[in-house]
């Protein structure tokens, strides 16, 4: 098993440019998180999907971040325009439904 | 909602000593706590949980126990080494399709 895979691993950006970031998530997994770590605020929950289906999305800091899972072996988070304060790693986790979550390895963004 | 808090931020013990950390949560119908261990530049990976049907579970020089009626659960480290510095954290959850809440999480630094 390769585990939860992401992509890129680093992005380094300009202010006002579109950023995507994928995750595919543990094959039979049903459902997919999207965190955000900082020194400042640690682990945030952005939004997680059960079956491809968003569930919770109060996490999404603002309208310039989206996310979406098309099929159950796919998602993507967008941020569009992205700014200085996204830079952060974010995560991407796979759950098979008994609770435990899955980290796929980051991607570090770095705004400028 | 559920909130769970973790102490202390930051614990420093001598090689071969014992570490605890503890975490309290607030929702009765929580039933799931795992905890999750992140080095320097890494993910989260878990370590270790706990089903609210048992109390107490081990794994070589980890063990968690969990107390339902005063709702709190410990990460307990023994005969501590250096590869075992880095970042807890604990989290709570109410069921198998519902997210984690996370501990703010504790460095912890082993002295040599």
């Known amino acids: 098993d390769a585990g939860v895979i992401q992509s890129p691993r680093h992005e380094v950006t300009e202010m006002g440019q579109e950023v995507t970031l994928r995750c595919k998530p543990i094959?039979?997994?049903?459902?997919l998180f999207w965190y955000r770590q900082t020194m400042m605020r640690g682990l945030e929950l952005l939004i997680y999907?059960?079956?491809?289906?968003?569930?919770?999305d109060s996490g999404m800091p603002e309208d310039r971040f989206s996310a979406k899972m098309p099929n159950a072996s796919f998602s993507t988070l967008k941020i569009q325009p992205s700014e200085p304060r996204d830079s952060a790693v974010y995560f991407c986790?796979?759950?098979?439904?008994?609770?435990?979550?899955?980290f796929g390895p980051g991607t570090r963004l770095t705004v400028t | 909602g559920e909130n769970v808090e973790q102490h202390p931020s930051t614990l420093s013990v001598q090689e071969g000593d014992s570490a605890v950390i503890k975490c309290t949560y607030s929702d009765s119908a929580s039933n799931y706590f795992p905890w999750y261990k992140q080095e320097l530049g890494k993910r989260p990976q878990l370590i270790i949980d706990?089903?609210?049907n048992v109390g107490e579970k081990k794994d070589q020089r980890i063990a968690v126990t969990l107390n339902k009626t005063a709702k709190h659960f410990s990460l307990h480290i023994t005969e501590t080494q250096p590869e075992d510095s880095a970042v807890y954290f604990c989290a709570a959850s109410k069921g198998s399709n519902y997210q984690l809440i996370w501990g703010a999480g504790t460095k912890l630094i082993i002295k040599p």
């Open positions: 706990i089903r609210s």
């Open positions: 986790a796979s759950s098979p439904d008994r609770g435990e979550q899955y």
């Open positions: 999907f059960n079956n491809n289906v968003p569930i919770d």
């Open positions: 094959s039979g997994h049903n459902s």
